[in-house]
């Protein structure tokens, strides 16, 4: 029975939510920008814009990182009101979902995919922050920059803000070209 249920789970965590779709788009990562730190106390936050009320249910993101066996496992987030504050409308620690990778001379690009994340938010603007990125070799993670090259939502492109110093409370942070992602969930009916 174990084993039946690990494949569902597995399979559940696969497959996309029926009616889900992509309600923002920052660009893909290219590999060939840069990127900024997101675990050892650095964090990255974005804005994103919702144009009507929806719930989110998974972000697609990339991560880069210097091995392909070093393969991203889990990830902290928040969606606030602001950049590193605000009001936090919903957080978590997810596990990663792999969606692809490829080799870009001396580093890997895994894009990858925060699941389950459940936050019903109104129409408006929010920022997504990563941070604590935990990778299998406990290495530096760093977030794939695509400064809204082939953006296709309202906002965009997205503002992005880093941290260096996360938890400090120093309000070092420093604005950025902004991150490869994709907010995904469903649109509420009217």
């Avoid at 029926?18 to 660009?27: A, D, I, P, T």
């Avoid at 496992?73 to 590193?84: G, M, N, S, V, Y």
Wanted: charged share 15%; net charge negative.
């Amino acid at each position: 029975m174990k084993p039946l249920a690990t494949a569902l789970l597995l399979l559940s965590m696969c497959c996309p939510c029926l009616g889900s779709e992509v309600l923002y788009n920052n660009g893909p990562d290219t590999g060939s920008i840069g990127a900024w730190p997101i675990n050892f106390g650095r964090s990255v936050s974005n804005s994103f814009t919702l144009e009507q009320d929806s719930r989110i249910t998974d972000v697609v993101f990339s991560i880069w990182s210097v091995d392909d066996l070093n393969h991203p496992l889990r990830a902290k987030w928040k969606i606030t009101t602001e950049p590193f504050g605000g009001e936090v409308l919903a957080s978590g620690e997810s596990l990663l979902g792999l969606e692809s990778y490829f080799h870009n001379r001396l580093y890997t690009v895994w894009k990858m995919k925060i699941q389950g994340m459940n936050a019903n938010l109104p129409a408006g603007t929010y920022y997504l922050e990563i941070y604590d990125v935990l990778m299998q070799f406990q290495t530096w993670a760093f977030w794939g920059e695509s400064d809204g090259i082939g953006c296709t939502s309202r906002g965009c492109p997205s503002t992005a803000y880093f941290d260096p110093a996360r938890s400090s409370g120093y309000g070092m942070t420093q604005p950025i070209g902004s991150e490869s992602f994709e907010i995904i969930g469903t649109p509420s009916s009217e």
